[in-house]
């Protein structure tokens, strides 16, 4: 049988992913206390994984680039069952769990802990070589740290270089546009004029637009994000998509209703 160290790198060399690393569990910040209660294990250590989906292939396009794939959340239920089979296998009796996005954790300080990149003034966090577009997932064990540390190799990045280019292209400092796409009901005049003067119909990249460290970043090599893209999303489009292939995409959290209204909003404000 393979030495544990290699046998987790070479899972994460097939799968495509470079920044993995182990923290312990005290290094974790809560900033969901609430969800702590039901997480049902006495958990003690964490890897934190950073997965690129950086992949430029639309020449045009109304939704934010993390939104073009299908969502995020089905590749990451999948890498944790494969990863949670290894760690099982490695260190039985042992219990492992896998969230992205769910965690009552600080995902973005969880992996600056872990040494795998730095948050910038945009909020994000920069991973090199694949700059801010990065998403994070842990999975959390009842492992001891110590029988992981030295399991798990940590990779060094570039900090922000506090140029104050994201701020400067911000096109909505006060109301993420991020958020304001995704909110549902109607929408205010303000609110209406911000998100047409972003262009998109869901989210936001223009602070990671700007950002000097997201020039000449590698594309993601993980075929996922690479697939069953989605460059502009019109209105027939969304309107006779199936429910399954909805469902599949990160913004049918908010419902139909929501991007259609935004979708509405560029209609009957074009040219603006
Ligand atoms: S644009 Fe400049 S200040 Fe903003 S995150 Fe990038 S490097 Fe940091
Ligand atoms: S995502 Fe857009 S609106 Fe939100 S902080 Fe970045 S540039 Fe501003």
């Known amino acids: 049988m393979k030495l544990k160290s290699e046998a987790i790198t070479a899972f994460f060399e097939a799968e495509k992913i470079e920044h993995f690393s182990a923290i312990p569990a005290d290094k974790l910040r809560v900033i969901q206390p609430q969800k702590l209660t039901f997480m049902g ?16 292939d639309e020449k045009e396009s109304n939704l934010s680039m993390y939104a073009r794939s299908k969502d995020y959340h089905l590749y990451f239920k999948e890498l944790f069952v494969r990863l949670g089979r290894l760690l099982t296998d490695l260190y039985p009796g042992f219990v492992f769990r896998g969230y992205a996005d769910s965690s009552p954790f600080d995902e973005r300080s969880a992996a600056e802990s872990a040494g795998l990149g730095y948050v910038g003034d945009h909020g994000l966090l920069i991973c090199e070589p694949y700059g801010s577009y990065v998403f994070i997932g842990m999975m959390l064990g009842d492992l001891p740290y110590a029988m992981l540390a030295d399991e798990v190799p940590k990779k060094l990045c570039k900090e922000c270089l506090h140029c104050g280019a994201c701020k400067k292209c911000c096109p909505s400092p006060d109301a993420c546009l991020s958020s304001l796409t995704q909110k549902k009901g109607e929408l205010s005049k303000d609110e209406i004029d911000l998100i047409l003067r972003g262009k998109l119909i869901w989210g936001c990249d223009s602070c990671q637009e700007c950002c000097p460290l997201n020039r000449e970043i590698k594309v993601s090599p993980i075929a996922f994000f690479s697939k069953d893209r989605i460059g502009v999303l019109t209105r027939d489009m969304l309107c006779n998509m199936p429910d399954e292939q909805f469902l599949a995409r990160a913004f049918a959290w908010r419902k139909r209703e929501t991007i259609l209204r935004n979708i509405k909003l ?6 603006y």
């Open 41 to 56: 294990f006495d958990f003690r250590s964490a890897i934190v994984i950073c997965v690129p989906y950086f992949y430029p």
């Open 266 to 271: 560029f209609e009957t404000h074009k040219g």
